[in-house]
């Protein structure tokens, strides 16, 4: 006797409620790899300029960025997944980002007038305090 209508529409909801959260395992990957090559070839672009945004359209390449991370973040939300907000090495990874950060600053900052070097690095080390306050702080 075959199955009844009802009991194959659960079936079917929760198989594609399992597929649901393979496409999220398999796009937050995807992301974590994208951003890091994204990074990469900003990297890159701010070493040696124009080489690689003559190639590339960098723009569209950080749209489809931000568009996966909105689905990732509405994918999150509908399957109830939450992150937890810190990890044990996050200290050291945030330092390892200003220093990152503040090295592709100086090579960047080799192009501009030396009048404006003050004005950024003022700049940049205020979002640099911004975002440590962001992600060092806890909630109780």
Do not use: C
Request: overall charge positive; aromatic content about 18%; hydrophobic content about 60%.
């Amino acid at each position: 006797m075959p199955p009844s209508p009802k009991k194959m529409s659960r079936k079917i909801f929760l198989f594609k409620r399992d597929l649901l959260f393979v496409y999220h395992a398999l796009l937050s990957e995807f992301l974590l790899w994208a951003f890091l090559g994204f990074l990469a070839l900003m990297t890159f672009d701010t070493i040696v300029p124009n080489l690689v945004s003559i190639k590339m359209v960098m723009t569209l390449y950080f749209l489809v960025l931000t568009a996966g991370t909105i689905v990732l973040v509405f994918l999150s939300r509908f399957l109830d997944i939450s992150y937890e907000r810190g990890f044990p090495l996050q200290k050291t990874f945030l330092a390892a980002s200003y220093l990152w950060l503040g090295a592709v600053m100086v090579i960047s900052l080799l192009r501009f007038p030396n009048w404006s070097l003050p004005l950024f690095i003022f700049g940049f080390a205020g979002v640099l305090f911004l975002f440590s306050r962001v992600f060092l702080t806890r909630k109780n």
